[in-house]
């Protein structure tokens, strides 16, 4: 279905306007619940339908369940977007997710650590999420918490630029059965499945969702084949041609509470993925990849260990998977590849089929945790964590047709064809394990009356790179009943990933197993007021310095590079968000970030992150069982590096609207979501590259999109 | 596209279960049980969460058959159409909108009811009115603060008449300076604020009643700007004010009120009727910020009771 048609979006929308029935007077119930409650947001906290946010003394966002299906997203990504200080920029792979929170920007964004019910989903390899991540769809989830800055006090390693932490539904949350499904442009057909039920002291909670799409056809101009033509006299490049963003995807997750014992397992599944923009820039039309990440983990509380003691237990399991489906074209077939002398002539002469790589990782990550919290001692909330992580990127398999020195091309051709060199020297890649051991004591204080001290230290050993210290003080004055003034700084780490340590026969990027940590000190002060007309406003300014990013650099000798902690970079900026509820039903959401970040080795902006960004919302639940989403979010400024001689990232507008009927035929709800609606032509940027970018136009985000959502509660 | 129609498959597995597992849960209750059927109003989330609430304490405590009817406009209908068929011994309403269609369609037997004021009490053979009761009240200021010395509170006589003088009474009993304004009116209302929040001195209470109609939110401002600078104890029976910054309120505890109902629905089975009972079933919300500015202590057991403690910031 593809609809680019603005009289169509209208013509639906009126359709689902006219389906308005004469209302049931709902708000009359809801008046007298108002008068008791106060506010919905209350009745929802009361009720447990929503969680009270915790006094979190950071820059924290939350975004409910409700909140996501007001906005109609499909994907965290959406939601995430909505974030201040928060822009997702696309990786040319996969269009894998690059969240860049202040801008602190990188091509595979391991400074940002994401957590699923406070357990990261951190890969090994790469640092990030997975290279064949493929998103997350939102069904199972109750909440988002973003913590803007450095959280590595409490949650360790990657916790740096910022933690996304995902929170998804008990039974308690889902009660009962629903069903639904969705289509829209691109062939996308999402179907989705929850159950949830409680008992007295019990809940059992299923979500299942499988979605379906040919993906966006954003077009790409000119990509590295092409450059790769200009110099061997080849025509064989796929561009101009569309990115390769198919992809099916099955989640299922599963939560069992009893008593203080919580249960969760989890299994997320991507299949025929297409690689984006390619996996060296060089569109792939048939190359596919798999991904395939089981988890499961063990929560058990005692509420009274002792006097004022509770105790909480975890343990979590999760194996994650990269595999090749079909063979992954790094160039397309009658390419040289990249295999050229200093004249440009190719070494290892033509690939009738493409050069084909084929990487497939698997890892396994362990994790126990013991924390205490004490409330013992006047004025003080203590709190105590132990725990230890092991880590196995257990195996590591790669087919190729190609190679890269004489050692490793005497060992191909003499097989001939695409060739597994698992287990053979002559693979990308070492299996390899990491252990960590961690200890963190933090202390709320309570140092006068409106005035509160978070003082929290965090020791870590690897196994691999040695040792980490990291603090964070926050003090919290509660300046006048509406006004709350915090000061707040933090340090923190960010582990290398394998492809940095451990990385071989790339001599692009060879991995280099005695780097440091990256390190980053942030200072932020920040003012929250609260009014009682529905107004809230949260203003902070930040500074921060990010000392020792991993960076392949070029070697002395043998024209390779190898990983080295060289960069440095410094920012700072303000965010301000403004959220304003006139009345029960409709609010309006406003944010605005100005960032300035430097790279101190170049003296020169900090590359590809936005250095302004302007979101504004506005949600009306009218009728009665209507609700009308409108947002807009505005990317700003996002400059290039020093030497790339393209000019200026564009700016974009982008425009979303989600328009949802529930109560519908009684158990049906409805929705029409429109995203871009304005059709507008938003690029992320592609990477610089020596001697010119090899996707020179950038990478282009999906067009309008429409879709028609339906589901059933039974 | 394999993978997908496993999931359908799975999906299709799913449904099956689940409407399994209805059919089997619908039991039939015994004959000497007491069966009931509940009418409530057919709201949106989060509304719908505190019927739910409620629903569980009726099934807790009424061992027959609990039968329940979301009424929006359409099922009006079919409720009268399945009480006249299986009339059941005791009906239950939520909400006057509610009493009002439970009355047309009971034919004469006990109806009881959860309310939030008295328009339809003549109608009733018990209930909950949804408002706690002075003593209630009275029990939570004391149990956070016990050396109240001062108590101020700007009622209307119309709604709040017997509730202040029940709350003077026990006030002054415990050596309570118990100042009462009434007011007609949104301006009287502030000029009594106003008196107050002049004269009160630290640590002396300022009571907001929510139901009078008399706090705008400019008003609710003032009140809780001042009480701040000059540390008074603001409470209340609505969890909003804490949230802008007032140190107490009770609030319903649904599920309790829901087993109280259903108390009441069994006493009233033979035809009783009982009066309109002032809530007690309630919850504690409390703002943690307040509590540091006031530099008050909780004891470990009000500590425990708090359900709420409303973000500092």
Redesign the interface.
């Given at each position: 279905m593809n609809l680019h048609n603005n009289k169509t979006v209208l013509s639906l929308l009126f359709c689902l306007v006219s389906l308005a029935q004469?209302g049931?007077p709902?708000d009359?119930?809801?008046n007298?619940?108002l008068?008791?409650?106060?506010?919905?947001?209350?009745?929802?906290?009361?009720?447990?339908?929503?969680q009270?946010?915790?006094?979190a003394p950071a820059v924290a966002s939350i975004i409910t369940s409700?909140d996501i299906k007001r906005m109609g997203a499909m994907d965290i990504d959406e939601v995430l977007e909505a974030v201040p200080g928060l822009h997702v920029a696309r990786n040319h792979q996969g269009y894998n997710p690059i969240y860049t929170f202040r801008g602190i920007y990188s091509d595979f964004n391991p400074q940002v650590l994401m957590l699923i019910n406070g357990i990261p989903v951190t890969n090994l390899f790469a640092g990030n999420r997975s290279n064949t991540w493929g998103g997350m769809p939102v069904e199972a989830i109750q909440r988002i918490e973003v913590i803007r800055g450095p959280g590595s006090a409490i949650y360790g390693a990657d916790a740096f630029a910022g933690v996304i932490n995902i929170i998804t539904k008990s039974g308690e949350n889902l009660?009962g059965?629903e069903?639904g499904a969705s289509h829209g442009t691109y062939d996308t057909?999402n179907?989705m499945?929850s159950?949830g039920t409680a008992w007295s002291d019990s809940s059992l909670g299923?979500v299942?969702e499988?979605s379906?799409t040919d993906g966006q056809r954003g077009r790409i101009g000119a990509d590295a084949q092409s450059y790769l033509d200009a110099i061997t006299g080849t025509q064989v490049s796929l561009a101009p041609g569309r990115v390769n963003l198919q992809r099916?995807s099955?989640d299922f997750r599963l939560d069992y509470r009893k008593g203080n014992l919580i249960v969760r397992t989890g299994y997320q599944?991507r299949?025929n993925a297409g690689s984006g923009a390619g996996v060296v820039q060089a569109l792939d039309r048939s190359g596919e990849f798999k991904s395939q990440r089981i988890n499961a983990d063990l929560t058990y509380t005692i509420p009274e260990l002792m006097r004022?003691l509770s105790a909480t237990f975890s343990a979590s399991f999760l194996n994650a998977t990269q595999e090749v489906e079909k063979d992954v074209l790094l160039f397309p077939p009658g390419s040289t590849g990249s295999f050229l002398d200093e004249h440009g002539n190719p070494l290892l002469g033509l690939f009738p089929d493409g050069v084909v790589g084929n990487p497939e990782v698997f890892e396994r990550h362990v994790r126990l945790n013991t924390s205490f919290h004490y409330l013992g001692l006047?004025d003080h909330d203590l709190s105590l964590g132990l725990g230890y992580y092991s880590g196995d990127l257990y195996r590591v398999n790669e087919e190729k047709n190609y190679c890269t020195d004489i050692v490793s091309c005497e060992y191909i051709h003499s097989i001939g064809g695409v060739v597994d060199v698992s287990d053979t020297p002559f693979v990308f890649l070492r299996e390899s394990t990491r252990k960590n051991y961690y200890i963190y004591v933090q202390d709320i204080f309570?140092l006068a009356?409106?005035w509160?001290l978070t003082a929290g230290l965090r020791y870590d050993h690897y196994s691999d790179f040695g040792d980490t210290i990291n603090p964070r003080l926050a003090l919290?004055w509660?300046t006048?009943?509406?006004l709350?003034t915090k000061l707040l700084y933090a340090e923190a780490f960010r582990a290398p990933a394998f492809t940095e340590t451990r990385n071989i026969n790339n001599p692009a990027a060879l991995g280099n197993p005695s780097l440091d940590s990256e390190t980053l000190r942030s200072l932020e002060l920040a003012f929250?007021y609260?009014?009682?007309?529905?107004f809230n406003t949260i203003f902070n300014i930040f500074y921060y310095q990010w000392e020792d990013i991993i960076q392949f650099i070029p070697d002395p000798v043998g024209g390779t590079n190898t990983a080295q902690n060289a960069g440095r970079q410094t920012g700072s900026g303000i965010e301000l968000e403004s959220k304003w509820t006139p009345r029960s039903g409709l609010d309006f959401t406003a944010n605005y970030v100005w960032q300035k970040s430097t790279n101190a080795r170049t003296d020169h902006e900090a590359a590809n992150a936005p250095q302004q960004q302007f979101y504004v919302q506005a949600n009306w639940g009218f009728l009665?069982?209507y609700n009308l989403n409108l947002r807009a979010n505005w990317v700003m400024d996002r400059e290039r590096e020093i030497n790339d001689p393209r000019a200026s990232v564009d700016d974009y507008v982008l425009v979303d609207m989600a328009l949802r009927r529930?109560?519908l035929w009684?158990k049906f709800e409805a929705a029409l979501i429109v995203k871009n609606l304005f059709d507008e032509d938003a690029r992320e940027p592609s990477p610089n590259g020596v001697p010119v970018p090899l996707i020179p136009g950038d990478l282009p985000l999906p067009g309008r999109t429409i879709i028609g959502e339906i589901r059933y509660r039974? | 596209?394999t993978?997908?129609a496993?999931?359908?498959g799975?999906?299709n597995g799913?449904?099956l279960l689940?409407m399994a597992a209805?059919v089997f849960a619908g039991g039939v209750a015994a004959d000497d049980e007491t069966e009931i059927v509940v009418v409530y109003?057919?709201?949106?989330?989060?509304?719908a969460?505190?019927y739910?609430?409620y629903l569980v304490g009726i099934s807790e405590t009424v061992p027959g058959k609990v039968t329940e009817y979301a009424i929006?406009?359409?099922?009006q209908a079919s409720l009268a159409k399945a009480v006249d068929l299986s009339p059941p011994d005791v009906f239950m309403a939520i909400?006057?909108?509610s009493v009002k269609i439970a009355d047309q369609v009971r034919g004469g037997r006990p109806l009881v009811a959860v309310v939030?004021n008295r328009q339809y009490e003549s109608v009733l053979s018990g209930g909950i009115l949804?408002k706690p009761s002075a003593d209630v009240y009275m029990a939570n200021l004391l149990d956070i603060y016990d050396k109240i010395h001062k108590i101020y509170v700007v009622y209307s006589p119309e709604y709040d008449q017997d509730l202040v003088n029940d709350a003077k009474t026990i006030a002054e009993r415990r050596g309570i300076v118990f100042t009462a304004v009434k007011a007609t009116d949104i301006r009287e209302a502030a000029a009594g604020y106003q008196k107050f929040l002049q004269e009160a001195k630290a640590y002396s209470a300022i009571w907001l009643l929510?139901?009078n109609g008399f706090l705008d939110?400019?008003l609710?401002?003032t009140i809780?700007?001042v009480?701040?600078?000059k540390k008074l104890i603001v409470f209340s029976?609505?969890?909003?004010?804490v949230?802008?910054?007032a140190l107490f309120a009770v609030?319903?505890d649904?599920r309790g009120v829901g087993v109280t109902l259903g108390e009441i629905a069994l006493s009233v089975e033979n035809g009783e009727k009982l009066p309109l009972q002032p809530l007690r079933d309630v919850?504690l919300?409390v703002n943690?910020?307040t509590i540091?500015?006031?530099?008050i202590?909780l004891s470990?057991e009000v500590r425990r009771r708090i359900?709420?403690?409303?973000?500092?910031?």
């Open positions: 004469p049931w709902d009359l119930y809801e007298e619940l008068g008791l409650y106060g506010s919905e947001e209350l009745i929802s906290i009361a009720t447990g339908y929503t009270p946010v915790s006094k409700e009660k059965l069903v057909t179907l499945a159950y299923v299942l499988a379906t099916d099955l599944g299949y004022d006047k309570n009356n409106d509160e919290v509660s006048t009943n509406r709350t929250d609260k009014s009682t007309h529905g009665p069982d529930s109560n009684r039974f | 596209m993978e997908l496993r999931l359908i799975i999906l799913s449904i689940a209805m109003p057919k709201v949106r989330e989060p509304f969460a505190l739910r609430d929006n406009g359409e099922s909400g006057n909108k939030a949804l929510p139901d939110s400019s609710l401002s809780l700007d009480a701040w600078e029976s609505n969890p909003l004010f949230k802008h910054g609030y319903p649904n919850r919300a943690e910020r540091n500015h006031l530099g202590d470990p359900e709420l403690m409303l973000p500092g910031r």
